[in-house]
Nanobody
Framework: QVQLVESGGGLVQAGGSLRLSCAAS????????MGWFRQAPGKEREFVAA????????SYANSVKGRFTISRDNAKNTVFLQMNSLKPEDTAVYYC???????????????WGQGTQVTVSS
């Protein structure tokens, strides 16, 4: 069982930055790929970024490439999402997810956090 707790969401103006964190309660954190997803009101959950267990593979949605950076600290069982140049369309609940397999672009991940709200004002 993997428990995930996100933090770092909030309200920011367009062009600003936020850093999301996700702390995992799991014995072998490096054995899991980690991902970030988001869901805006009235829309389906969408893939944002993913990173493999040791960070050798990283994937981003086209909409966030060049603006968001995913990283992980396996010693601290934590994955991060650095979000720069934020746009109003980035407003959503952001979810952290964990999975044994690296599933870029897919929402079929095994474990999910409760989500953290990110609101970008224009």
């Amino acid at each position: 069982q993997v428990q995930l707790v996100e933090s770092g969401g909030g309200l920011v103006q367009a062009g600003g930055s936020l850093r999301l964190s996700c702390a995992a309660s799991v014995r072998t954190f490096s054995g899991y790929a980690m991902g970030w997803f988001r869901q805006a009101p009235g829309k389906e959950r969408e893939f944002v970024a993913a990173i493999s267990g040791h960070g050798s593979s990283i994937s981003y949605a086209n909409s966030v490439k060049g603006r968001f950076t995913i990283s992980r600290d396996n010693a601290k069982n934590t994955v991060f999402l650095q979000m720069n140049s934020l746009k109003p369309e980035d407003t959503a609940v952001y979810y952290c997810a964990a999975n044994k397999l690296f599933l870029e672009g897919s929402s079929n991940w095994d474990y999910w956090g409760q989500g953290t709200q990110v609101t970008v004002s224009s």
